[in-house]
């Protein structure tokens, strides 16, 4: 039978050995992850060229300073306004389906550029042209959506004007 236990000795930890295990530990994970920690100390070095640490560090010990003239501008009613027109923005987006949104987008995109065309080309058209393009199945299609699209804007004014009244 074994003999019991009478007397425990607890083992002092040594600072020394801990600091020189986690030092072991460190270096381990920096040769582990050499090509991560260069990369950062790279962005460290050009934030530090552009001054961001610095302009970080005045930020951070003058922070009530900038923290009530932060208040000040955000109390500001045209920063309300700015808030509320995003909300709508972000709710006018949500309404609107994902290719009806690409089709919009596209159509303003070739829009703009042949009318940019047209102005550094500085070409005046007739009214006999202007007529015979008239009958082209773009300009009609682009025609009707803009009717449409006067006649949806108007309802809504009308709607909004009920409402008010």
Avoid: C, Y
Wanted: overall charge positive.
């Amino acid at each position: 039978m074994a003999k019991a236990i009478r007397q425990i000795s607890r083992q002092a930890t040594n600072e020394t050995e801990e600091r020189a295990q986690a030092l072991e530990e460190i270096m381990q994970a920096l040769a582990d992850n050499k090509e991560a920690v260069l990369s950062m100390i790279e962005m460290a070095k050009e934030l530090h060229e552009v001054k961001v640490f610095e302009t970080a560090g005045s930020l951070l010990k003058q922070r009530n300073e900038v923290g009530v003239i932060a208040m000040q501008q955000v109390n500001q009613p045209a920063v309300h306004n700015v808030i509320k027109s995003g909300f709508g923005l972000f709710k006018f987006l949500g309404g609107l389906q994902p290719a009806q949104l690409e089709t919009l987008m596209n159509g303003v995109t070739l829009g703009l550029k042949r009318m940019s065309q047209t102005g550094e080309k500085g070409k005046k058209q007739s009214i006999w042209k202007m007529r015979v393009r008239l009958r082209s199945p773009a300009i009609r299609a682009a025609m009707t959506t803009m009717v449409d699209f006067m006649e949806g804007m108007g309802e809504a004014f009308l709607r909004s004007r009920e409402k008010r009244e």
